[in-house]
């Protein structure tokens, strides 16, 4: 278990590193999970060079037991938004313009997205 957790934190530094030694505009946690994700495509190839947490299916067991409880993780986000509730109340024209035309363009980019997988699928417009 001790070593699964290292093995996601370490793949998370290394994109921490890699993110601010090169300047690349991805958080470092999203190339960390790349990191792992490789690591697992791989981990058939090269068996006998993996740490066991990768082989022993103890690496799937803790990033289950993270998810479960990531809701806890959003805590300390969401304390820091109530603590700047002024800036809120400053822009929250801009904010709710924001959240509705973001989640317009979601839901529209998902529609269209359903609408060029149905005809993919069933070979043409109905």
């Known amino acids: 278990m001790i070593q699964s957790f290292a093995i996601i934190l370490a793949c998370q530094l290394a994109g921490e590193i890699l993110a601010r030694a090169s300047g690349l505009p991805l958080p470092g946690p999203v190339i960390g999970i790349g990191f792992l994700l490789g690591l697992l495509l791989a981990r058939g190839q090269l068996a006998g060079l993996m740490p066991g947490a990768l082989n022993d299916g103890s690496l799937e067991a803790v990033a289950g037991a993270l998810l479960a409880h990531l809701s806890v993780l959003f ?4 304390v820091g938004v109530i603590q700047r509730l002024d800036i809120l ?3 929250w024209p801009a904010l709710a313009v924001a959240l509705v035309g973001s989640s317009l363009l979601g839901i529209l980019a998902t529609g269209m997205v359903f609408l060029l997988i149905d005809r993919w699928q069933n070979g043409g417009p109905r």
Request: a neutral charge; zero cysteines.
């Open 89 to 91: 109340g400053q822009h």
């Open 75 to 78: 805590v300390p986000a969401g």
